[in-house]
């Protein structure tokens, strides 16, 4: 799998909604993992052979999409992560602690 460097924007001082998170998302997935049309919900390591390497990788683009670092507690919440559906809910609730996420 490639390195998932980058995410295709930066959140500055807009505020981002739920569906611009999935978008961005699944945007990396299927620019930096190669994975085209994610399920959401599917498991990432059984159905598209996501391993830690790719786990930190995409830490690390969360942290450029959200344009702020993430705190060791915050990763540490990431560990049990297996969908893109739980990928989106963390990056929201990091999210909404920081106030940039959109009133729904």
Request: glycine share 0%; net charge negative.
């Amino acid at each position: 799998m490639l390195k998932a460097t980058k995410l295709i924007k930066k959140v500055k001082s807009e505020n981002m909604t739920r569906q611009e998170i999935e978008r961005e998302v699944k945007n990396v997935f299927q620019r930096e993992f190669e994975i085209e049309n994610p399920i959401m919900d599917a498991d990432l390591r059984e159905t598209y052979e996501f391993d830690s390497i790719d786990a930190i990788e995409l830490l690390l683009a969360i942290e450029n999409f959200l344009g702020t670092e993430i705190s060791q507690e915050e990763k540490k919440q990431a560990i049990n992560i297996r969908t893109i559906n739980q990928i989106c809910d963390y990056i929201e609730k990091i999210a909404k602690k920081r106030n940039l996420l959109s009133p729904a």
